[in-house]
């Protein structure tokens, strides 16, 4: 190491130790006679009112502590296996403590992390201030899934340096990329000088971070995993974080527009919301993992292991100000993403509509329902407000004007929204009857029905959807297959959310009067209901399983609620009377298998095909190489593939521009509208749905 390069390095390690503060649960005084209650609450109410017959019993209790064990250290980066058994002797008292008034684990928790945290800092800064062998064949297992808890500080520091070797070369690469791009070349010692600085910059923030835990937040999180252990969607939710659930940056919060939650240690993009900043620049997307958050011609900071809420304070600001956001995509590629600022722009989260044409010249409709969407509080104040329904409604009518011969219902990436629309909107395309069925934690079902028995729409209708499509989706495309109304073409299988929850407010369930002197005592997110099928079969967990199923990039995630810990399980209840329409189950395997035919030749498919598997063999290669050549060569490989995909869908574009409407010609650069229909064009999902259309009309099964 140059005398240069050692000052640099000490010098960064002096400001890294020295300006980390003590330990917040040091500090912090809680009041435990609240927590307590809050405990004795969860355990009195939670069985009272979850939809599941569930208990607080020793089950429940290691399903608990599994979940405040990941939540404490998933990466496991701190603990030793000697603090997790320790740890473990609790699990089956956790039961007994809330029942009794007396939350211990939380506080035994704190105390071993932070001293770990303690030591682990030291040892990130004596091995940053060495020399990598970046030559030498040694490997580092990315997934923690199949890493155990190492058994000394020995094994954990070797695990640190295995880290702090992977980010330094990925740094390195990451400059040695940017400078492709600027006519001002850097030495390479100069690089890896840069690349370790920037480590220990990128530590130092996350050191600190993780200092800044108090004792409460370790309580709020014990809460929460004993919530979780109901299932995925129940949460308990503490005073200061109740916004903080299930975020969403739309316009108001002058941010990038994407709903993001915490799993596992990271921060997950769940979706990307309409007409915002991140859809418009358009490489962030669903299951992506932010790693990094940077301010434009700023040092990117770590996000790993960071609470949702500090993480979101970092990602929004001001409009027009850039934000850069290192991403790491489900195939397993990193890239950094530039999104400049924004409000929401309103009218792209509405349902849109366009004309599309086939070979032949036939015209068929399209319409986009992102989400379904209903002002309820205007509405409840005398206002008249704008909702999915009534715009879902008018699109169709719109395109029946124009003559189409069949319709495609977009629903990917359609997380849900209201019920009431759910409803109403299947209702457009059948003549009356049941939709779905709701059942309560009492066994007590309710059947909400189409009431209106006009037909708005009675032709040809073929529904996409995705991974992404859940819950309110789900309930409009198992009806209208149940129906044999339409054809569902898609992805293996849609979300699988198929229950229904409600916000409590736990200051309003003191269980005492003599109670009622604590502060806020927070909230909890409770499954309290969970929709049917009209022929008995649950949305839940399994999801709708498509007609026609197509190739996906996203077919080797695992996402979607069969995978999330403690998901409640498919089952079923008895059917409600209906009758079918014109498409059944020989017609559906007729659809199937000209499809299947076309695959063999479609050249968009088989690239996702080809890259899906490609993707499902990165992901499942989580042992990776720390050398630096077979880094390099595989982040090659990575861009290579990127590259492809997206060389090819400007060739499809190109190929297929004719084939649908185009807007007027335009003087300045593409707007809104142009952006949404060269999107439309490059996509061979709504390709093959018009292929699909053709085939129903020429077996005249509408």
């Not at 211990?104 to 770990?116: K, M, T």
């Not at 990451?174 to 030495?187: P, R, V």
């Not at 968009?604 to 880094?631: C, H, P, V």
């Amino acid at each position: 190491m140059t005398t240069i390069k050692r000052f640099a390095i000490v010098l960064l390690l002096y400001l890294f130790v020295s300006t980390l503060p003590a330990l917040a649960i040091d500090k912090v005084e809680i009041d435990e006679e609240r927590n307590d209650l809050i405990g004795y609450m969860l355990y009195k109410q939670l069985p009272s009112i979850h939809f599941s017959d569930k208990e607080v019993n020793d089950s429940l209790a290691r399903a608990a502590f599994d979940l405040y064990l990941q939540q404490l250290d998933y990466q496991k980066r701190f603990l030793l296996q000697e603090d997790v058994e320790r740890l473990r002797q609790y699990t089956l008292k956790i039961d007994d403590n809330l029942k009794g008034g007396s939350t211990v684990l939380p506080e035994v928790g704190a105390r071993i992390l932070s001293q770990r945290i303690a030591q682990v800092e030291e040892i990130v800064a004596e091995i940053i201030a060495g020399d990598f062998d970046t030559g030498k064949e040694e490997y580092y297992e990315t997934d923690p899934e199949k890493l155990d808890y190492v058994g000394s500080l020995e094994e954990l520091r070797q695990r640190w340096r295995k880290i702090l070797k992977v980010q330094v070369i990925s740094r390195y690469l990451d400059l040695l990329e940017e400078q492709k791009n600027t006519e001002e070349k850097k030495a390479d010692k100069d690089l890896w000088l840069e690349a370790e600085e920037k480590v220990i910059s990128r530590n130092s923030d996350f050191f600190t971070r993780l200092k800044q835990e108090t004792l409460q937040d370790h309580f709020d999180r014990f809460y929460n995993a004993v919530t979780r252990a109901f299932d995925p969607h129940t949460n308990y939710m503490p005073p200061a974080k109740k916004e903080d659930f299930d975020i969403h940056m739309r316009g108001s919060l002058e941010g990038i527009g994407a709903l993001l939650r915490e799993e596992g240690g990271y921060i997950k993009v769940v979706r990307i919301i309409p007409g915002s900043a991140s859809a418009k620049e358009g490489r962030l997307g669903a299951e992506d993992i932010i790693l990094a958050v940077a301010e434009k011609d700023t040092d990117p900071v770590e996000v790993t292991d960071m609470r949702l809420r500090e993480a979101v304070r970092l990602i929004r600001g001001p409009k027009g100000t850039e934000v850069q956001l290192t991403v790491k995509k489900p195939d397993g590629t990193t890239l950094v993403i530039p999104i400049t600022r924004d409000m929401v722009q309103i009218e792209e989260t509405f349902v849109k509509s366009s004309i599309l044409h086939a070979e032949d010249g036939t015209e068929y409709g399209y319409i986009m329902v992102p989400s379904f969407y209903r002002d309820f509080e205007t509405t409840r104040n005398g206002g008249i407000a704008r909702n999915s329904t009534d715009d879902t409604r008018k699109a169709v009518l719109d395109l029946k004007k124009k003559g189409v011969e069949g319709v495609i219902l977009d629903l990917r990436d359609n997380g849900g929204g209201s019920l009431v629309d759910a409803v109403d909107i299947t209702g457009l395309f059948l003549k009356s009857g049941p939709v779905v069925q709701v059942k309560n934690s009492f066994g007590t079902r309710k059947v909400l029905n189409d009431e209106d028995e006009e037909f708005v729409y009675n032709g040809p209708l073929v529904v996409l959807v995705n991974l992404f499509s859940a819950s309110a989706s789900e309930i409009l495309a198992a009806a209208l297959q149940d129906y044999g109304r339409a054809v569902i073409i898609g992805g293996k299988h849609t979300h699988g959310k198929g229950t229904v929850q409600t916000i409590i407010d736990m200051n309003d369930n003191i269980p005492l009067l003599n109670l009622q002197r604590y502060d806020d005592l927070g909230a909890l997110k409770v499954t309290i209901q969970k929709f049917y099928r009209i022929n008995g079969g649950s949305t839940q967990y399994r999801g709708v399983e498509p007609d026609i199923v197509l190739p996906s990039l996203y077919d080797h995630l695992k996402t979607g609620e069969q995978y999330l810990d403690y998901s409640l399980p498919w089952d079923k209840v008895s059917p409600v009377p209906y009758f079918s329409y014109g498409i059944s189950d020989s017609d559906v395997e007729i659809l199937r298998s000209q499809s299947a035919k076309r695959l063999e030749h479609e050249e968009g498919l088989q690239i996702i095909a080809e890259e899906a598997l490609k993707s499902k063999e990165r992901i499942e290669k989580t042992r990776i190489s720390l050398k630096l050549a077979d880094m390099k060569k595989e982040r090659n490989a990575s861009n290579e593939a990127r590259d492809k995909v997206g060389a090819h869908y400007r060739k499809y574009q190109e190929e297929q521009i004719d084939n649908f409407d185009t807007p007027e010609e335009s003087q300045g650069p593409m707007d809104d509208k142009q952006k949404w229909l060269e999107e439309l064009r490059e996509d061979p999902y709504i390709n093959e749905s018009i292929r699909t259309l053709e085939d129903i009309l020429e077996k005249d099964l509408a």
